[in-house]
């Protein structure tokens, strides 16, 4: 069983604590679905933009 986050106990500094908090939160957002990569925060944008993008090449590009 982890450590419990929180006040130091004797032989156990703060930092100890505060990386098994992290540890924990890490886990925590996993199991949620939470824990979002910088490679599908990007797609997410891209989602968003592309139509932006191709909408305002229509309307700037000339006709042919």
């Not at 604590?17 to 891209?46: C, F, N, P, S, W």
């Amino acid at each position: 069983m982890p450590a419990q986050a929180g006040p130091a106990t004797a032989g156990q500094p703060a930092a100890v604590h505060r990386l098994v908090a992290a540890e924990d939160r890490a886990k925590l957002e996993q199991i949620l679905g939470l824990d979002h990569t910088t490679l599908g925060e990007m797609q997410a944008g891209l989602v968003i933009v592309s139509p932006l993008l191709a909408s305002a090449a229509a309307a700037l590009l000339p006709r042919f």
